[in-house]
């Protein structure tokens, strides 16, 4: 297996790393232990304190953290410092929120013959994160946060292509003032994952990957009983009805299928519009795609480069000769560029039918698959059409219409007139194959949380369910 940094501009290997011994993953996984039994006998102020340090550092790090992950996969270097000061804002909201979401929770004392009752947050232990390389940062960070500030402390085993990103966050937290093995890198292969997992000092594990990866890795977490929440893939869906603002329509399209040159799980992939709109958002969707800027991400004019790896950059351009040879339409782009690295511009394939792997499939670079509807059931039938369920779009400016889509549409995330994106206000992840459970929210934070029922009888000393702070 290879750790290392590769530079997708050009495919030249910048650096290599070492994975760990088992000798070396014995000690981070009693670090971790120790860790957790200091962790969780502080309290909320402590660590916020903590939490707050490392949004500091992150604020002040976020030109050179940037720098690091655009070398690392290839996102454009103004998204990177956006994705640096997004994870920053998210260690504050949960040094800010992690105490109330994590409250005593008063349940009804009389119905149950007691005194007092309620249900109280306690953290479960050691955390696996396996984390992607798309947001080498953010993906993390979001989970990081919050259970760090719920007592829990985290083994990340992040992708092998961003080491260096890696390893920078193994000691983002320790130099925040969290205790030694609170959060640890494991320089690992996947052949390791399930060592970890059968681990009994480690109590659960999270997951942001692709679709065969969360099988593996629910599969051994069920045999050794431990908790997960897995982010899965998506095909998202992006509906145009007659009402929509087109123009605006056409303009958050583009944004929402090239965010991040295309490797989101929750860009949009497939544009269904209505047939009273469809030129008139095609005309305008085509234009835009095709005139955005492909080049060095580290420019400032730059909407697009590199994919973050050669597999993968060959992956999207097999399915779009897939959809080209068996009739579809390509209406721009759907030409690998011949050059060093691993571009691929900004393409709109239509005409798409079931036979093509398009139809079916998730995209994971800037290709875009358009089709035409003539219904809003129509609309729905297709949009649900896919065994994702992650992020979902929907415009149309008819209030009736958008609480139609809000209640059909199949999915974790359904966004009216905007393009999907991720908040640590609101609760993020799929349903059917693009997994469960979910990060960010107060819901985000009690996933690794174990709720236990307190019942207190008659003749018991002591305030009351949530009177005052304590220390898990």
Not at 5 to 20: A, S
Not at 368 to 387: C, D, F, K, M, P
Request: with cysteine; glycine share 10%; aromatic share 8%.
């Amino acid at each position: 297996m290879s750790i290392a940094t590769i530079d997708p501009t050009n495919g030249q290997v910048l650096k290599t790393f070492d994975e760990m011994t088992d000798q070396q993953l014995e000690a981070a996984l009693a670090r971790a232990a120790d860790g957790f039994a200091q962790l969780r006998s502080t309290g909320f102020a402590e660590r916020a304190r903590w939490m707050t340090a490392a949004a500091d550092l992150l604020d002040a790090e976020r030109d050179a953290v940037a720098r690091m992950m655009t070398t690392e996969m290839g996102k454009t270097y103004a998204s990177a410092k956006a994705e640096v000061s997004k994870c920053a804002a998210a260690c504050r909201y949960y040094a800010a929120h992690a105490e109330g979401f994590l409250a005593d929770e008063p349940a009804d004392a009389a119905a149950v013959g007691a005194t007092r009752a309620y249900g109280r947050y306690q953290p479960m232990g050691p955390v696996l994160a396996v984390m992607p390389w798309n947001f080498p940062l953010w993906q993390v960070l979001r989970f990081a946060a919050p259970a760090l500030m719920a007592g829990n402390v985290g083994l990340l085993k992040h992708a092998s292509n961003v080491p260096q990103t890696a390893l920078y966050l193994d000691e983002l937290f320790r130099r925040a003032g969290f205790p030694v093995g609170a959060f640890q890198t494991l320089l690992i292969g996947s052949a390791k994952i399930d060592q970890v997992l059968a681990d009994p000092r480690v109590r659960a594990a999270t997951l942001t990957g692709s679709e065969g990866a969360g099988r593996s890795i629910g599969a051994s977490a069920g045999r050794y009983l431990k908790k997960t929440v897995l982010e899965l893939g998506g095909s998202d869906p992006f509906v145009v009805m007659p009402s929509a603002d087109i123009e605006r329509a056409a303009e958050v399209a583009t944004v929402a299928r090239c965010q991040n040159n295309g490797q989101s799980c929750i860009a949009a992939k497939r544009f269904i519009v209505h047939t009273d709109v469809y030129d008139e958002f095609a005309d305008a969707f085509v234009t835009r795609m095709a005139a955005l800027t492909v080049g060095d991400p580290m420019e400032d004019g730059t909407d697009i480069g590199p994919l973050a790896t050669e597999r993968g950059r060959a992956e999207v351009a097999e399915q779009v000769r897939d959809a080209a040879d068996k009739g579809a339409s390509v209406l721009c782009g759907g030409r690998r560029p011949d050059r060093a690295g691993w571009w691929y511009p900004p393409t709109v394939v239509a005409d798409l039918t079931p036979e093509m792997r398009m139809y079916a499939e998730e995209v994971f670079g800037p290709v875009a698959g358009l089709y035409r509807v003539s219904s809003y059931e129509e609309a729905i039938t297709l949009a649900n059409g896919t065994n994702y369920g992650l992020g979902s779009n929907a415009w149309t400016r008819d209030p009736a219409e958008q609480e139609r889509f809000v209640t059909d549409l199949a999915a974790g995330l359904v966004f009216i007139n905007g393009m999907t994106t991720s908040y640590p206000e609101l609760p993020f992840g799929g349903v059917r194959n693009s997994g469960y459970g979910r990060e960010l929210s107060a819901q985000g934070i009690r996933e690794f949380c174990d709720l236990k029922a307190v019942w207190v009888g008659e003749g018991s000393a002591g305030a009351g369910a949530g009177a005052g702070s304590h220390s898990e």
